[in-house]
């Protein structure tokens, strides 16, 4: 008895997991990429992205999936940590639809049509002709799994009710609803889904395992417990995406803090009771389940925090360890509001620019380093520089385009294309670092070593290369003629290095001292330091490009006063 309840739970779980999986997947396809421009193109206002990430939810039918895809965009810097709480607030709301279709399980036994469900769903998805009707086929075989699951479960815990032990052990989290809390925040972070931890609540409450009171702590407990999804996907990124996973956690853990009070008098469980009419039977018990799940998760996104937006963000930021080194991904720089001034907002372009010239050069600088040590420690933490380099490529380009739509002296207006060559400049330049970066990872898997003349080589090789950009960081940022001339001067003494080195290599590998693997490598990264070089030397041209212009600017001026 005991193994076939067991097989059936485990097996019921799997089919529900299963369908959720299958309906949230069909409903991703039929969106496409709207998910992702709707979360792109959100406004600051924090009620719509409520709203968005509500609408979201109730979609892919997964809280979880909202969260780590909100994470994932704040660690690309595509939204703000004020805009990704009002996406998670909502994604709190969303969750709660699949307790009210699942409620549908006892109200009009959907069950028996489970398996024509999967029959239809399986022809439609195998045999459609279209990818249209293949997706739908998909989603209607994802419900059809869902509630077949939903049944086993129930068949599973048929037998319990007999049990008086279990019964007992149930109910004592009616008297104890701390114990009841931490119960939901054990299954639910086992399960890594709080659908399917209410879920699991709601077949036990239909099955007379346990009533509806002693079922609300639990529920609260599962509002912390999904939360250690979006912390696990939130290991290892970004300063703002680890704040992002750390207010979906204050959010829940306040919210049941407080609302332990009213569950505690039963003065919850009693109005839960009276907005549903009639007493509470099996057959409206997952109803009531359903309520109190999404009563306490509207009261706390939408009445109590959406208000307090502002504060759950000072809290989390406060809360939330800033890593030593960590990249901002979001523009530090950029104000809308000084595009219409423009030498103003030229200026902060520039500074903007200087920052994403800082963060290549030490991702390049890191994976010289790891190319020569063949220490793997820092690797992350380039590929984490080159995300927020290609993220501030497109908002300073974003930003500068904006601004050439204003009314712009004639100055101003030749800069911005400039600046935007300088842009994609920089933005190759962590390509190389990367590119650096995979050659330091072939090494180390390659099990290959340089001689001492390749190691002396790399390293005269690259301090040539971080002096030329130290030096075109100073031309940028100060419009710097004789610097920017310096640069052309490196870019020379560069290309004599490689040609050289190259010839040197030929020779090591001639006289036998020299691995052959090892030396494809060795000149792969000397090519790719000259690529850098190139690039900066376009940087260096692009200022010397417009002091030419003011120049002649100011000469127009004086000739324009002369002549007048």
Wanted: proline fraction near 2%.
């Amino acid at each position: 008895m005991t193994q076939e309840v067991i097989f059936s739970l485990i097996g019921g779980l799997g089919l529900f997991f299963l369908g959720m999986k299958t309906v949230s997947d069909s409903l991703k396809k039929v969106a496409g990429d709207r998910l992702k421009n709707t979360l792109d193109l959100l406004t600051k206002r924090p009620i719509i992205g409520l709203f968005i990430g509500t609408a979201i939810t109730c979609l892919v039918q997964s809280s979880s999936a909202t969260t780590v895809m909100t994470v994932g965009f704040v660690n690309a810097g595509l939204l703000t940590l004020r805009q990704a709480i009002s996406i998670i607030l909502g994604a709190n709301i969303g969750t709660t639809f699949t307790a009210w279709l699942i409620s549908f399980f006892a109200l009009f036994k959907i069950t028996n049509y489970a398996l024509p469900a999967i029959g239809v769903g399986f022809m439609l998805h195998t045999l459609g002709k279209s990818q249209s009707t293949k997706r739908w086929g998909q989603f209607i075989l994802g419900f059809g799994l869902l509630f077949s699951g939903l049944g086993f479960m129930k068949d599973a815990f048929s037998p319990l009710r007999e049990s008086e032990a279990l019964k007992t052990f149930l109910l004592s989290f009616g008297t104890q609803p701390l114990f009841g809390i931490l119960i939901g925040i054990g299954i639910t972070m086992l399960l890594q889904s709080s659908s399917a931890t209410i879920a699991i609540l709601q077949i036990m409450a239909f099955s007379g395992l346990i009533d509806f009171r002693t079922a609300i702590p639990i529920i609260l407990g599962d509002n912390i417990g999904t939360t250690i999804t979006a912390q696990l996907a939130s290991i290892g990124t970004s300063t703002t995406s680890r704040q992002a996973a750390r207010a979906h956690s204050l959010l829940n853990v306040i919210g049941v803090c407080y609302m332990f009070i009213p569950v505690y008098t039963g003065l919850y469980a009693r109005l839960i009771e009276w907005m549903v009419p009639g007493p509470v039977t099996t057959n409206n018990v997952m109803l009531h389940v359903a309520l109190a799940h999404s009563l306490f998760n509207v009261i706390n996104s939408f009445i109590v925090f959406l208000p307090l937006i502002g504060l759950l963000e000072k809290l989390t930021i406060r809360l939330t360890r800033v890593k030593p080194g960590a990249v901002e991904m979001r523009p530090m720089y950029l104000e809308k509001h000084l595009l219409d001034s423009p030498p103003v907002a030229l200026r902060q372009a520039i500074r903007e620019i200087v920052r994403m010239m800082h963060i290549s050069r030490d991702a390049l600088v890191d994976a010289i380093e790891g190319l020569l040590t063949s220490n793997q420690g820092s690797f992350e933490k380039i590929r984490a520089r080159e995300d927020a380099v290609d993220n501030l490529q497109k908002e300073i380009t974003q930003y500068l385009v904006e601004l050439s739509q204003r009314n712009l002296d004639k100055t101003d207006a030749e800069s911005i294309p400039v600046l935007l060559h300088s842009v994609n400049d920089v933005e190759r330049v962590s390509d190389h670092a990367i590119n650096v970066l995979e050659l330091a990872e072939r090494k180390i898997d390659q099990k290959l070593a340089f001689t001492d003349a390749a190691v002396c080589a790399v390293m005269e090789i690259s301090k040539t290369v971080t002096n030329m950009f130290d030096h075109t960081i100073e031309a940028l940022m100060n419009t710097n003629s004789s610097v920017s001339m310096l640069v052309l001067e490196f870019e020379g003494r560069l290309n004599r290095m490689q040609v050289e080195m190259k010839e040197e290599h030929i020779q090591r590998m001639n006289e036998g001292k020299c691995n052959l693997l090892a030396g494809i490598l060795f000149t792969d990264f000397v090519n790719n330091l000259e690529k850098v070089g190139d690039h900066l030397t376009n940087i260096a041209q692009g200022v010397l490009r417009q002091l030419r212009w003011d120049q002649e600017m100011i000469q127009q001026e004086e000739s324009a006063r002369s002549s007048g």
